[in-house]
């Protein structure tokens, strides 16, 4: 019988690589915690027409890229392909939004039928971020501040470079998508074949094109800046100025217009290079008009969303994972002989004692050689031993496993207390 494999695309996590998600993920929870941001949770799947309404009908992710069926009902569903249209949908529905602030994170899977590729995945894994209610530059300034100390507290400062722009608003893209047309149809035969595709439909999206040919035809284009109405223009500036006084690096990227169309004003990207083609791993900007577009009451909002299998692939590429995060088990408890409860209740006892501790018990039976083999093999720093003649007295063995110290023999009071006391040092 042939055996049911993953699908292609869709990766397993297993055990070995959970500790460096779990270890990205809680630093990442805890910054977002720091700066007062909320958890929301919200279905994989939608209505289809949310996101063709929301991301527009003529992108690449509507029209080749979204897993979209029809249910049993013969309603049109989709998994979702990115995080902002169903926090907005869910919050919209809740009544969260109008007249309110609000500042939320998520995180979960995302779905895009792409050509799977390192970095790249049909089920990948993001964090969002999303803040309602705030229309000032300030927020933005905040948002990519956040970022930067997630950055930092990971030790990927100096391995990622901020990129921002200004995609202005509605009407003077319009009056820039006029001319850009113009020019563009002037060099079609010179463009590449998706581009040549995006001329009437979405000729922004040809700015942030990656055939080189294409970009060098781009250097006589229109500039979008030419175009900016003044509250755009005033509006990056507060921004610029915000970051400057913050010390944040960043580069203005003029070809910068994300793929998504609910974006306007600020937008802005964090690229690495040392993930190949898919270098960037954050990316977001305002959607001031994505509420009213869904039917809600006009609100500004502004977000953002990272890549997580990137952001792994990029810590393990710098080598910025810490060593204590490979070990799962601080102390493996082994009984000598047939003392299987006392180990149990052993393990109970210190885990009640020093909750912080990861402790394992030995199950399985085995002769004390093998289980002192399975101790070992945990990762784990310590071995507490059962020795039926000292249990008597309370007494169990201490063997480091990891440092070059003699074993000593201990009561589990005198164990308990020389650990909290960091006499015996775990970490």
Request: include cysteine; glycine fraction near 6%; aromatic fraction near 8%.
């Amino acid at each position: 019988m042939k055996k049911i494999q993953s699908i292609r695309g869709m990766n397993d996590l297993l055990p070995v690589d959970s500790p460096r998600w779990q270890y990205l993920e809680s630093s990442v929870s805890s910054i977002l915690t720091s700066y007062c941001f909320k958890e929301i949770r919200f279905p994989l799947l939608e209505s289809t027409d949310l996101f063709k309404r929301t991301i527009g009908e003529i992108t690449d992710i509507v029209e080749k890229e979204m897993y979209t069926f029809d249910d049993r009902n013969g309603d049109s569903l989709t998994l979702r392909p990115e995080g902002t249209a169903g926090c907005v949908r869910a919050c919209q529905q809740s009544g969260l939004i109008f007249n309110q602030t609000q500042r939320l994170w998520y995180q979960g899977p995302m779905f895009r039928h792409e050509r799977p590729q390192k970095g790249r995945l049909r089920q990948f894994q993001q964090i969002g971020v999303e803040v309602f209610g705030l229309n000032g530059p300030d927020i933005d300034a905040e948002l990519i501040q956040l970022v930067s100390e997630i950055w930092s507290s990971l030790g990927l400062t100096d391995h990622l470079s901020l990129q921002i722009n200004t995609l202005g608003s509605i009407e003077s893209r319009n009056r820039y998508r006029k001319d850009l047309i113009a020019y563009l149809d002037e060099k079609k035969h010179d463009l590449d074949e998706d581009s040549q595709r995006r001329i009437h439909t979405n000729p922004m999206r040809i700015l942030d094109s990656k055939d080189s040919d294409t970009q060098k035809l781009l250097n006589s284009s229109p500039d979008f800046h030419d175009y900016l109405d003044e509250e755009s223009r005033e509006h990056f500036e507060h921004l610029c100025n915000f970051l400057d006084k913050l010390d944040i690096a960043y580069h203005i990227n003029k070809r910068l217009v994300r793929g998504l169309d609910y974006y306007g004003k600020t937008v802005f990207e964090w690229v690495t290079t040392m993930l190949g083609a898919q270098g960037t791993v954050c990316a977001g900007g305002r959607y001031d008009k994505l509420v009213e577009q869904m039917g809600g009451k006009s609100t500004p909002a502004v977000g953002l969303a990272m890549g997580v299998e990137r952001l792994i692939l990029l810590l393990d590429e710098a080598s910025l994972f810490p060593d204590s995060i490979e070990s799962q088990v601080d102390v493996y408890v082994i009984a000598d002989g047939d003392m299987t409860t006392k180990s149990i209740e052993l393990g109970s006892y210190i885990r009640n004692s020093c909750p912080f501790l990861r402790l394992q018990s030995h199950c399985g039976g085995g002769s004390l050689k093998n289980k002192m083999k399975k101790a070992d093999k945990s990762g784990a720093r310590l071995a507490l031993i059962i020795d039926e003649n000292e249990f008597i007295k309370d007494n169990i063995t201490v063997k480091y496993l990891r440092q070059d110290q003699p074993q000593i023999i201990v009561n589990k009071e005198e164990f308990v207390n020389l650990v909290n006391n960091k006499v015996i040092k775990i970490n």
